[in-house]
């Protein structure tokens, strides 16, 4: 068995890079990641409970190749967790394919930096455990590797993803205030054309005697 740990500050809100959680895929730093499904989703005391099936390209080396079998399109189970009102998201993963020979298990928690507003503390584990294999200890240190590659990619991926997420709102609170700006300037010139209509002389009225 092996576990692999990281932790990970983002300088940015903990709603900011929540979003950024749930719009982290497709990005160009994880190619890996081929497929994201939504199973299932419901809201239960105003926690967010989401169920996703991730589909990814392992890359497995050919000698694990030839032990575990084809290099093909694997999946994995994602259960998580998301309670607004104490700023927790936890994420919870295991492999699908592949089960009997080998197991992964990652959890990832984001939470509000204890000291900051600005930040937000991310924690991650995985634990690898391979069943009955040759070379397992070999599998395991080349998965563990792997996943430590894969974390690097993904805090890349996180801050390009957050870094869209400004742009739009940048782009969203531009176009409101031009926005407003045009419906000031339309309902200023309608104000003065109806005081300048005021301000005219009434036509005088002749009535036939």
């Given amino acids: 068995m092996k576990i692999w740990t990281s932790e990970h500050i983002y300088s940015h809100p903990w709603e900011t890079v929540v979003q950024a959680a749930w719009r982290k895929y497709p990005n160009p730093m994880n190619p890996a990641v081929v497929g994201i499904d939504v199973v299932d989703r419901?809201?239960?005391?105003?926690?967010?409970?989401?169920?996703?099936?991730?589909s990814t390209k392992w890359g497995l080396p050919s000698w694990a190749t030839r032990i575990l079998g084809a290099d093909r399109t694997c999946y994995?189970?994602?259960?998580?967790?998301?309670?607004?009102?104490?700023?927790?998201?936890v994420l919870m993963s295991k492999n699908i394919t592949f089960c009997n020979e080998v197991s992964i298990v990652e959890k990832m928690t984001y939470s509000a930096h204890p000291s900051s507003d600005e930040c937000?503390?991310?924690?991650?584990?995985?634990?690898?455990?391979?069943?009955?294999v040759p070379l397992?200890?070999?599998?395991?240190?080349?998965?563990?590797?792997?996943?430590?590659?894969?974390?690097?990619?993904?805090?890349?991926?996180?801050e390009w993803?957050?870094?869209?997420?400004?742009?739009?709102?940048?782009?969203?609170?531009?176009?409101?205030?031009?926005?407003?700006?045009?419906?000031?300037?339309?309902?200023k010139k309608s104000m003065d054309d109806f005081t300048h209509m005021a301000a005219e002389p009434l036509p005088k009225l002749h009535f036939r005697k």
């Fill in 42 to 54: 419901r809201v239960t005391e105003g926690v967010l409970k989401t169920h996703r099936l991730i």
């Fill in 76 to 89: 994995a189970s994602e259960h998580s967790e998301v309670d607004p009102a104490n700023k927790s998201m």
């Fill in 120 to 132: 937000t503390l991310v924690k991650q584990e995985a634990v690898v455990t391979i069943h009955g």
């Fill in 136 to 158: 397992s200890s070999y599998l395991e240190d080349f998965i563990a590797r792997t996943i430590s590659v894969n974390s690097s990619k993904g805090k890349q991926a996180m």
């Fill in 161 to 187: 993803v957050i870094s869209k997420i400004n742009t739009e709102v940048s782009e969203l609170t531009s176009k409101t205030v031009k926005s407003m700006d045009e419906i000031t300037l339309s309902a």
